[in-house]
């Protein structure tokens, strides 16, 4: 059985999650330990909040460093969730001033910036289902059908990679949106599979089995 360390760092909304992996077969943890940061299998990023109170108390528990060691530098399977996701990039501007953004944990050439409303029917938050375009395959993608590939998402800001590489699917919200990354060892999607029904479990699935 893998055992699944999933962060919990004081403000983020584990339950669905940790239900989600559960479910999966797999035994889960909520820690902001780094000893068990290092026993786990696998480790889950969720996200629920701001961007600045999130990597407040990332710091705060020393997890920034803890999450480098055990994910950069030896390799640990790694699926960050939405909040989660941006919190891989550089900056934020979220309740920041633009000139003084938010730093993240800088993993990714990437900043997050808030989504722009595109008229009545593209509003802000982007809240509800949508179909993910997969531009490569990716382990934690396999055997999910094309038809099947539809997520639950919820958010007002959203990752502009500068590196077009690592983004392995898109959604349309009158923009191009960037909802999995992936690189090495790491996987990351704007949107939450622990909330997507039939497909995100099977996505979860997939990671818990990953071994790259």
Same mark, same amino acid.
């Given at each position: 059985m893998q055992s699944v360390a999933i962060i919990d760092y004081g403000i983020n909304n584990i339950r669905s999650i940790r239900n989600a992996v559960e479910y999966c077969g797999s035994s889960a943890l909520a820690t902001k330990d780094a000893n @068990?940061? $290092?026993?786990?299998?696998h480790i889950i990023l969720p996200g629920v909040g701001a961007f600045g109170d999130a990597m407040e108390k990332i710091? +705060?528990?020393? =997890? @920034?460093? &803890?999450? $480098?060691?055990?994910? +950069?530098?030896?390799?640990?399977?790694f699926l960050a969730i939405c909040l989660g996701m941006q919190l891989l990039a550089e900056t934020s501007t979220e309740h920041a001033d633009i &000139? $003084?953004?938010?730093?993240?944990?800088g993993w990714l050439s990437a900043e997050v910036l $808030? +989504?722009?409303s595109a008229g009545p029917t593209i509003? *802000?938050?982007?809240?509800? !289902?949508?179909? *993910? =375009?997969v531009e490569r395959d990716h382990p934690v993608l396999a055997g999910i059908h094309p038809g099947n590939l539809t997520f639950y998402f919820v958010h007002s800001f959203a990752l502009y990679c500068h590196d077009p590489s690592v983004v392995i699917g898109r959604v349309e919200y009158g923009q191009h949106i960037s909802a999995? *990354? &992936? !690189?090495d060892n790491i996987i990351a999607t704007q949107f939450h599979p622990e909330k997507s029904q @039939?497909?995100?479990i099977e996505l979860l699935s997939n990671f818990l089995q990953w071994n790259p």
């Open positions: @068990d940061l $290092r026993d786990a299998s710091r +705060l528990h020393g =997890l @920034d460093h &803890a999450l $480098r060691r055990v994910v +950069l530098e030896n390799g640990k399977p &000139a $003084r953004p938010h730093q993240g944990l $808030r +989504l722009e509003k *802000v938050p982007h809240m509800g !289902w949508n179909t *993910v =375009l999995i *990354v &992936a !690189w @039939d497909s995100g």
